[in-house]
């Protein structure tokens, strides 16, 4: 693992077995945050050989083993624990290493959602490394399972140019179906993770594959950014956010200095293109059409790239650019009313509120309170609509996945893609307040 920030929270995670978005653990949650939003912890400067940067006042350095303790009477690490088992048990098929579409279904899931089940099971790990259940099925998922789904080609034309020797993930199972850019994003992604998780190249190297591949979808139409799939109509934020993530973390492990220019490149056009006030616009068309569309997690991955950028580089316009963005995004996502004790806090209905988009927002909401040092309330509003959403437990341990609290009524949602964000979203909340919350104190 080369080339991390070097930050006291990334030397904690690094001997945890856990992830930069992750920050310094601590000991001690027990379900409920300190988050009130209104005080600002104080900024502490480190230098590091890829720029100086801010980082939380963090005065005791936590252990795994106060990770272990926390991750014993945090209740939103042990329900996200317990529904990642149950995933894992009426999802995944070992013998074939398939993910299913849905509960007994014979049908493979979509490349999109089998990576919505990666996250959940790489966030679980993040809070429970030694689980071998977890980790055993997390890297079969990821090593045999993934691999039906990979196609590579001597020759992929695209209006960038042609490009030889690529390798990319279609779809659906069997290489059917067309590729997405940003369903290759998440498996980038998680190819990143578990580098970061075991230290093995393999992973590395195929997460290398996939940022060649995301080269041939940037030519420049409109400037410059990647386009959303294989029609070239687009290009979207949905594949430029992730895309432009998995550049920069490359970046942090590697040093590689192209993977540097690239990620900059395409954050830098989403703010010329898609961003609209302090929020992105879901896509602009080849003839320069905007739709102005806000999502949650098309939100959530520009956030973390801007964070990214500034650990990386030091700059101040990336802070400043998180702040604005993770401040509109609250708006965005939750809706309040009252105040104190009788304050109620849900999720607006308008972007799309699947499980798996709130999860990308709350890793967006994660990283910037590593670089902020400032709790705000993301997690104390969340944590208010996941206590609202344990009503709709059921007797095979689901939940209601668009979080409304009693109606399922929403498309897909026995779809994989559904309990597994879920559980994502628990385990982010988790990390929260494990992780970070007493120590935003010190």
């Known amino acids: 693992m080369k080339n991390l920030a070097k930050t006291v929270c990334a030397a904690v995670l690094a001997a945890a077995m856990t992830l930069p978005m992750l920050a310094g653990c601590a000991a001690g949650g027990n379900g409920s945050t300190t988050a009130s939003g209104g005080t600002d912890a104080a900024d502490t400067t480190n230098t590091t050989t890829e720029g100086t940067v801010t980082t939380m006042p963090i005065k005791t350095a936590p252990t795994p083993e106060d990770i272990a303790e926390g991750a014993k009477t945090n209740k939103y690490a042990l329900a ?94 069997g290489g059917s179906g067309d590729y997405y850019y940003d369903d290759n994003a998440w498996i980038c992604y998680q190819f990143l993770t578990a580098y970061e998780l075991f230290g093995d190249k393999q992973y590395l190297d195929r997460a290398i594959e996939l940022l060649e591949f995301f080269e041939t979808g940037i030519d420049d139409v409109l400037g410059g950014g990647v386009y959303w799939d294989k029609s070239f109509g687009s290009k979207n934020t949905c594949s430029n956010g992730p895309i432009s993530v998995c550049f920069l973390w490359a970046h942090k492990l ?138 709709t437990k059921d007797k095979r341990g689901y939940y209601d996945p668009y979080f409304k609290t009693g109606d399922w009524g929403g498309e897909n949602k026995n779809d994989v893609l559904q309990p597994s964000g879920v559980a994502s979203v628990f385990m982010i909340c988790a990390r929260f307040d494990i992780c970070i919350a007493d120590y935003l104190k010190g």
Not at 81 to 96: F, H
Request: charged residues 25%; hydrophobic residues 35%; contains cysteine.
């Open 80 to 173: 996200g624990k317990e529904l990642c088992e149950r995933i894992i048990s009426d999802y995944y098929v070992s013998r074939t290493h398939m993910v299913r579409a849905e509960p007994k279904s014979s049908e493979a899931a979509f490349v999109w959602a089998f990576g919505a089940f990666l996250e959940a099971l790489s966030d679980t790990l993040r809070i429970y490394p030694d689980d071998e259940n977890i980790k055993a099925t997390y890297i079969d998922a990821l090593t045999n399972g993934i691999s039906a789904y990979r196609v590579r080609v001597s020759n992929l034309k695209t209006p960038a140019g042609t490009f030889r020797n690529i390798t990319y993930y279609n779809a659906g199972r």
């Open 254 to 391: 590697t040093g590689e200095q192209k993977y540097l220019d690239i990620g900059k490149s395409i954050f830098d056009w989403m703010n010329k293109k898609l961003l609209d006030g302090s929020l992105y616009s879901d896509s602009i068309s080849v003839n320069g059409n905007v739709n102005g569309w806000k999502s949650d997690y098309n939100q959530g991955t520009p956030l973390y790239a801007a964070c990214l950028l500034y650990e990386i580089t030091g700059e101040s316009t990336y802070k400043s650019r998180a702040a604005r963005l993770a401040n509109a995004a609250k708006g965005l996502c939750f809706n309040v009313s009252g105040t104190g004790d009788n304050r109620k806090v849900g999720l607006n209905g308008n972007p799309i509120y699947k499980s798996w988009c709130v999860a990308w927002i709350m890793r967006g909401f994660m990283k910037y309170t590593e670089i902020s040092g400032k709790p705000g309330v993301y997690f104390e509003y969340m944590e208010k609509v996941l206590d609202n959403n344990e009503s």
